[in-house]
Nanobody
Framework: QVQLVESGGGLVQPGGSLRLSCAAS????????MAWYRQAPGKQRELVAV???????VYAGSVKGRFTISRDNTKNAVYLQMNSLKPEDMAVYYC???????????????WGQGTQVTVSS
């Protein structure tokens, strides 16, 4: 019913930049918060950044000042601009959305399939 499709991952050198995109599609009535998480090998999935429907944002301390989350409500999309990338940023990045389906009274969490970000020289 709902798909979250990420794109934009890849290989980048330390200090470089990448922009991740995620678009939600399906029978969506409304989207509340959208977020990016990441999971490195052997580690738990962690929150990177979240943006509310009104545009307020929260960032993990490790990415504050380097990453910027934004969204386009007309496209049901969320973006993550990642600058000054470090080797420790290397992980699979997942898009997350708290959304309400058409005809539903409740909101639920949905996840994308993940996109690999590799930071290496």
């Amino acid at each position: 019913q709902v798909q979250l499709v990420e794109s934009g991952g890849g290989l980048v050198q330390p200090g470089g930049s990448l922009r991740l995109s995620c678009a939600a599609s399906g029978s969506i009535f409304s989207i509340n918060a959208m977020a990016w998480y990441r999971q490195a090998p052997g580690k738990q999935r962690e929150l990177v950044a979240v943006i509310a429907s009104g545009g307020s944002t929260v960032y993990a301390g490790s990415v504050k000042g380097r990453f910027t989350i934004s969204r386009d409500n007309t496209k049901n999309a969320v973006y993550l601009q990642m600058n000054s990338l470090k080797p420790e940023d290397m992980a699979v990045y997942y898009c997350n959305a708290n959304l309400r389906l058409s005809g539903s009274r409740y909101s639920n969490e949905y996840w994308g399939q993940g996109t690999q970000v590799t930071v290496s020289s």
